[in-house]
């Protein structure tokens, strides 16, 4: 399976989570933030299956309880709050969740994170 920014595979399933954070969306909101490193909404709403403000209220309630921290780019950068008290237990909790979820490692690892040379070709 290989992801690409513009565009899913045909046929492409969000990947499953167990609802250990309250629900399902949560859960799989922390497990995309964990395997994603920074992220953003809309790249966690493409991800997750979900709509964009679905995602933002999900955020603000996980920003607000202090799982999460953002900051203002040009866009909502997103991450794991490196001030949580158990900051480093939690992302190893998660990212171990995740390793009973291949799609989540799939995903992460078919995402782009560096820039394209310049004008190479498609």
Do not use: C
Not at 83 to 93: D, I, M, N, S
Not at 101 to 120: L, S
Request: charged share 25%; glycine share 4%.
């Amino acid at each position: 399976m290989t992801l690409t920014w513009r565009s899913l595979p045909e046929g492409y399933e969000p990947p499953k989570a167990p609802a250990i954070f309250g629900s399902e969306q949560r859960t799989r909101l922390l497990l995309l933030i964990a395997t994603l490193g920074e992220t953003y909404p809309a790249e966690l709403a493409k991800y997750s299956g979900t709509s964009i403000p679905s995602v933002q209220l999900t955020l603000d309630i996980l920003e607000r309880e202090g799982l999460v921290s953002t900051r203002q780019l040009a866009v909502r950068a997103v991450t794991l709050n490196p001030t949580y008290p158990a900051a480093k237990e939690l992302k190893a909790f998660l990212l171990r969740v995740a390793e009973g979820y291949p799609a989540y490692q799939q995903t992460a690892e078919a995402i782009r994170r560096r820039p394209r040379r310049r004008n190479k070709h498609l």
